[in-house]
């Protein structure tokens, strides 16, 4: 088993383009939203690979659901610790046409983890 550590989970939006211009209006077929994080991409990329992934840190109370299903959805066994706030934004225009090429803009995070919920962290990660 491999364990994976979120410490600023995200709501990933990623929006393909054929060609970004900036000051005009692009269309896009689809935009897709899923719950994110360096982490908690990784455990999905593990489980993709055929290893034992368990994805864990700290995601906002509001999104903490949406993070644990979509992680069972793809086979990703989890368990968050839901703190005060919301998971940051990190909005992904990817363009489609030609080389391709990514623009990201991230939102600060504000999420507020408590001296408890470090407690609760560290009490399912090393339960000594």
């Known amino acids: 088993m491999i364990l994976t550590v979120t410490l600023n989970s995200t709501i990933d939006i990623v929006i393909p383009v054929d060609t970004l211009n900036p000051g ?6 689809a ?13 999905r990329a593990l489980k993709e690979l055929g ?6 840190g ?9 993070t644990e299903h979509f992680l069972k959805h793809h086979g990703v066994e989890s368990s968050y610790i839901p ?6 934004i990190c ?11 990514e623009t990201v803009i991230n939102s600060e995070s ?7 919920e470090i407690q ?9």
Not at 24 to 29: C, N
Not at 31 to 43: Q, S
Not at 58 to 66: A, K, L, N, P, Q
Not at 110 to 116: E, G, L, P
């Open 24 to 29: 005009t209006v692009s269309r896009t077929k």
């Open 31 to 43: 935009i897709y939203t899923y719950p994110g994080g360096k982490a908690t991409n990784v455990a």
């Open 51 to 56: 290893s034992v992934p368990y994805a864990t």
């Open 58 to 66: 700290f995601v906002g109370i509001r999104d903490s659901r949406e």
């Open 83 to 88: 703190c005060t706030g919301s998971n940051r």
């Open 91 to 101: 909005l992904l225009i990817t363009e489609t046409k030609g080389a391709p090429r």
């Open 110 to 116: 504000d999420i507020d983890i408590s001296k408890k």
């Open 120 to 128: 609760a962290f560290f009490k399912l990660t090393c339960p000594l």
